[in-house]
């Protein structure tokens, strides 16, 4: 939250990634970064990772989100997988040209909630050569989205999942 109690999202998290290549499925956690205006992800990867070498054959991917009820918080036959959450994303997966536009956008983005908005806009001149460096070591990962699969029983009222109200019109 902010310093007038407002709630901030960095819109990073932790998912699942399945992607497939030759009958042979593949499975990791990546850390990917939502751009809230245009709805796609971006995650850096080592370069030639079984992901990244799957996408480069086969661009369709399922991402998974979930948010698990904290261990503190629970209680027995009351709270358990029930009053957890997910959401599962289908969508088209690309391995981005280091040398592009779009690639240097997503860095930047990535970056921003690696460092907060404040931190990263103080790197000032800074942030060409750390994108740079990045984009060369790494590779980069976009998905366009083409389904979300959301359980109704984790939504509010209105169909929301509260976790993503300021990703739609909720």
Not at 58 to 80: R, S, T
Not at 92 to 109: F, G, H, N, V, Y
Not at 143 to 167: H, M, Q, W
């Amino acid at each position: 939250t902010d310093e007038a109690g407002q709630t901030i999202y960095a819109y990073r998290e932790m998912y699942q990634i399945a992607t497939s290549y030759n009958n042979e499925p593949g499975l990791s956690s990546v850390e990917f970064v939502l751009d809230p205006q245009t709805m796609k992800l971006y995650a850096s990867s080592e370069k030639g990772t079984e992901k990244c070498v799957h996408i480069a054959k086969n661009p369709k991917v399922v991402l998974y989100w979930y948010k698990q009820i904290p261990e503190e918080e629970y209680i027995a036959y009351k709270n358990d997988y029930f009053n957890s959450y997910g959401v599962q994303i289908k969508g088209t997966a690309k391995l981005m040209d280091p040398a592009s536009e779009e690639a240097q956008k997503a860095a930047a983005l990535y970056l921003e909630t690696l460092y907060g908005a404040e931190g990263w806009a103080a790197m000032g001149e800074k942030q060409p050569t750390i994108i740079a460096k990045l984009l060369e070591v790494n590779d980069w990962i976009e998905i366009d989205p083409t389904e979300y699969v959301v359980n109704p029983a984790f939504t509010d009222s209105n169909g929301c999942i509260p976790c993503l109200k300021s990703f739609k019109a909720c």
